[in-house]
């Protein structure tokens, strides 16, 4: 069975600018959660989605939004983009709510 | 909120165990997970353990957990050059869907 998938791996982008990101689940999965790492603040929580619904959210401003799709594959968005958003982004999937996650192997921002 | 902490860094030389610990504030975690991150790749799930269980043994991996001192395991028998990475324990906050991490372990082998 196919891993947790994302795209683009890479991205480099300018301040102000902003990103979609995309993640594909492990087939069946219907839980997408996305995770932010970086050096300073390691990985923390964006949000969680199921049933194309957004069900927890972490610590993060507005700019950052997602969505997920009947498929379940899941997309994010980061709009007005700062230099501190520079980071691996990291997609999860699950089977249901509070399953065991699985990753994908990220997609590394860099802003300019 | 949750807590999870986690020593930085451990050295160990090729073959011999290494034991990575972590400690968690909230209890009412129903998993405990660990995580394995080579460089410039994601997380990989190494073993996970129920909360009610006190000891996980999968091949070379044993997970330890002791409820009571809120403290988890990782012991990693035979250790090989390739398990240098950084390991990171998670939990849920709550019991939730958000996995809040430490910041995880890094473990260096030399030969």
């Known amino acids: 069975k196919a891993g947790v998938t994302q795209t683009p791996r890479y991205l480099i982008k300018t301040r102000g600018q902003q990103v979609t990101l995309s993640c594909s689940p492990i087939s069946g999965h219907r839980s997408v959660s996305w995770y932010q790492q970086t050096p300073g603040q390691g990985l923390q929580f964006l949000f969680e989605?199921?049933?194309?619904?957004?069900?927890n959210k972490g610590n993060f401003p507005g700019r950052f939004s997602g969505r997920q799709f009947s498929n379940s594959r899941s997309e994010m968005n980061v709009s007005t983009l700062e230099l501190g958003d520079s980071a691996l982004y990291l997609c999860?999937?699950?089977?249901?709510?509070?399953?065991?996650?699985?990753f994908g192997p990220g997609t590394r921002l860099l802003v300019l | 909120g949750e807590d999870v902490e986690q020593s930085l860094f451990l050295s160990v030389r090729e073959g011999d165990s290494s034991v990575i610990n972590c400690t968690y504030t909230d209890s009412s975690s129903t998993y405990l997970y660990w995580y394995k991150q080579e460089p410039g790749a994601g997380l990989q799930l190494l073993t996970y353990?129920?909360?009610?269980?006190d000891m996980k043994q999968d091949q070379r991996l044993t997970v330890l957990l002791n409820k009571k001192d809120k403290h988890l395991s990782l012991r990693i028998a035979d250790t090989q050059t390739g398990d240098s990475a950084i390991y990171f324990c998670?939990?849920?906050?709550?019991?939730?869907?958000?996995?809040?991490f430490g910041k995880g372990t890094t473990l260096s082998v030399s030969s």
């Open positions: 353990i129920f909360s009610n269980m």
């Open positions: 998670a939990g849920t906050h709550q019991a939730g869907t958000a996995l809040i």
């Open positions: 989605y199921f049933s194309e619904t957004q069900r």
């Open positions: 999860a999937s699950s089977l249901d709510r509070a399953e065991t996650q699985y």
